[in-house]
């Protein structure tokens, strides 16, 4: 996709007003932003609210072999929100953002992993920039959340409130960690292609408790070790790991050779329509038929585009989905970064200018039956909430009352991994009071 289309191609912005829209006058437009460098540039989709101060910015991250479409639920009901702008992004290189040519060059293989990421994450700090927002909440989902916890962790200082929806890449594997290219013998990745939308939107998972399933439970991290206990897993509570099954060797094999499900759906010409709508049937049965149609018509719009950003998650996830460099390693660190004056982690700005975040609220969204692992949630709850208690023990009664740092774990009702599809209406009110949340702590300070 060309990113110097002429302005006439773009889509006008569409406005309502308060009369046929009760929560109006509001602005939906759509836009190619152009980054620094040959053919780099983010599609982004906003609403905006008219007429009244615009305080606060959510920004919304799809996940892999998705597009911000995915998020046609949320959009309107984010939007109701008092004072603030919802932006959502498609990735660089996914969704209808330009496709540069993905490469790695370091032969080191965290340095592969960390080249990985920031192809990502700098596309989306330079987009803040030239958006000139300073701070705002960040949600992302599946992969989107993997990569939002990596720009909080480089970029810190800009984040109000961090949310992560079925975030990947949490949960500990010893073969994805040890091994250049692991060869795992099961994972649940094959869910997200195989489960069927009535075991999710239908079905209860009888292992989380009630409680948890609205507002969280007080010992959340203690069910998630029973549960782990239970599947025949370490009791380690750092290291969680994801329920396996059987992982087929054809996908294995893909993996390892970096060839993408995309791919099939490339070479596959004309066939291609029926293998996208033989996952999207399956996993969006729920959806009234129109929408399930649209759906599939822009899942594959998406699919059949140029390799790009896709290639990069052979170098960032193990075979099964599960990271090369989990998140519960590094995600307490989150909200806990030295920054400078001006923002900068680099800053040759002598130490004693420097200052630690005082903390970010993080939230988690899980689906009830989400393939998921939920116990990856938890844990990653509890080494949020211990980090804040080692670092708030040596400090003064001030520092104290102005440390925003939170973590916690809730689950979203009769929903799988796409929480925000399946639930979308619970989705919604969680996400507006996480929201209005910000707004009064804003006010507060």
């Keep these: 996709m060309s990113v110097h289309d002429a302005p006439e191609k773009e889509a006008p912005p569409v406005r309502t007003n308060s009369i046929a829209d009760p929560f109006g006058p509001r602005q939906w437009n759509s836009q190619m932003v152009k980054l620094n460098g040959k053919n780099r540039a983010l599609n982004e989709f906003s609403v905006e609210r008219l007429g009244e101060a615009q305080d606060e910015n959510l920004v919304m991250l799809h996940g ?85 916890v990596c720009y909080a962790l480089k970029y810190p200082g800009h984040l109000k409130k961090l949310v992560l929806a079925s975030p990947v890449g949490i949960p500990e594997d ?20 195989t489960q069927d939308e009535e075991a999710v939107t239908e079905g209860s998972n009888p292992k989380i408790p009630d409680a948890a399933k609205t507002a969280g439970d007080n010992n959340n991290f203690l069910n998630a070790r029973s549960k782990s206990q239970k599947s025949g897993q370490s009791d380690d509570n750092t290291t969680p790991s994801a329920p396996r099954k059987p992982l087929p060797k054809w996908l294995t094999y893909l993996w390892d050779a970096n060839i993408s499900p995309f791919s099939i759906v490339r070479w596959a010409g004309p066939l291609g329509p029926r293998f996208v709508s033989g996952w999207t049937s399956r996993r969006f049965s729920h959806l009234p038929p129109e929408e399930a149609q649209a759906l599939h018509t ?56 420097r200052r630690r975040e005082n903390g970010i609220p993080v939230v988690l969204l899980y689906g009830e039956n989400d393939w998921m692992d939920i116990a990856g949630g938890y844990a990653a709850e509890q080494k949020m909430n211990e980090e804040r208690e080692r670092i708030l023990a040596s400090v003064t009664t001030k520092e104290r009352e102005d440390d925003r740092g939170s973590a916690k774990c809730l689950i979203i009702k009769k929903a799988g991994h796409h929480v925000y599809l399946d639930g979308w209406e619970e989705f919604n009110e969680v996400m507006r009071k996480e929201m209005t949340d910000v707004s009064e702590q804003s006010r507060d300070r």
């Design 64 to 148: 892999y072999g998705a597009g911000l479409g995915f998020f046609y639920k949320n959009f309107e009901g984010l939007s109701r929100v008092p004072g603030w702008k919802v932006y959502a992004l498609d990735m660089l290189g996914m969704g209808r953002s330009s496709r540069p040519p993905f490469r790695v060059h370091s032969k080191d293989r965290q340095q592969s992993i960390t080249d990985a990421e920031n192809w990502f994450i700098d596309a989306l700090e330079e987009w803040r920039v030239k958006k000139n927002i300073d701070r705002f909440t960040l949600l992302g989902h599946s992969l989107g959340g993997y990569m939002a």
């Design 174 to 193: 010893p073969y994805a960690v040890n091994a250049e290219m692991p060869d795992p013998s099961a994972s649940t990745l094959t869910n997200e292609y």
């Design 298 to 353: 822009y899942a594959y719009s998406l699919f059949k585009q140029r390799g790009s950003g896709e290639y990069a998650l052979a170098y960032i996830l193990a075979p099964g989905a599960f990271a090369r460099s989990p998140l519960i390693r590094r995600i307490h660190g989150v909200g806990r970064q030295m920054i400078t004056p001006n923002g900068s982690t680099t800053s040759s700005v002598a130490e004693a200018e």
